[in-house]
C-alpha cells in the first residue's frame, strides 16, 4: 500500500514537501499525480525507484523535485515557488510500465489516498 502525506494550506511562492511510505510495492517506478477540481487528474513526476532517472511535467520543471529513499522505502517530492494552479488532490503511484508510457495513470496499478495541496494568496 502507499500512504501519503505532507498537504496543507500554502501561499504563493511558498513550499511543501510531500511524502508517500510504500509497503508491499513491487513497482519500479514512482509516480506523483494531481487532480484539480473539476479536472482530469494529470502527471507531476516520476522517478524509478533506484537509480537517478526521474521524468516531470512541463508545469512543474524547476520548482518540483522528486526522491526516492530506497531504506526508508518513501518517494517524496519538493514543491517550491508555489503557484495557485498546483492547487489538487496529489496522489502517489507505482507502476512496472517501460519509461516512456509512465506519465500515463492508467499504467499505475497501486494508488496513495491522495493528500490535499492548496495555494492560496
Known amino acids: 500500500q502507499l500512504q501519503a502525506s505532507g498537504g496543507g494550506l500554502v501561499q504563493i511562492g511558498g513550499s511543501l514537501r510531500l511524502s508517500c511510505a510504500a509497503s508491499g510495492v513491487t513497482g519500479h517506478t514512482m509516480g506523483w499525480f494531481r487532480q484539480a477540481p473539476g479536472k482530469e487528474r494529470e502527471f507531476v513526476a516520476a522517478?524509478?525507484?533506484?537509480?537517478?532517472?526521474?521524468k516531470y511535467a512541463d508545469s512543474v520543471k524547476g520548482r518540483f523535485t522528486i526522491s526516492t529513499d530506497k531504506a526508508k522505502n518513501t518517494v517524496s517530492l519538493q514543491m517550491n515557488s508555489l503557484k495557485p494552479e498546483d492547487t489538487g488532490v496529489y496522489y502517489c503511484?507505482?507502476?512496472?510500465?517501460?519509461?516512456?508510457?509512465?506519465?500515463?495513470?492508467?499504467?499505475?496499478?497501486?494508488w496513495g489516498q491522495g493528500t490535499e495541496v492548496t495555494v492560496s494568496s
Open positions: 503511484a507505482s507502476t512496472r510500465v517501460v519509461w516512456s508510457l509512465i506519465s500515463d495513470p492508467t499504467h499505475y496499478y497501486i
Open positions: 522517478k524509478r525507484r533506484t537509480g537517478t532517472n526521474a
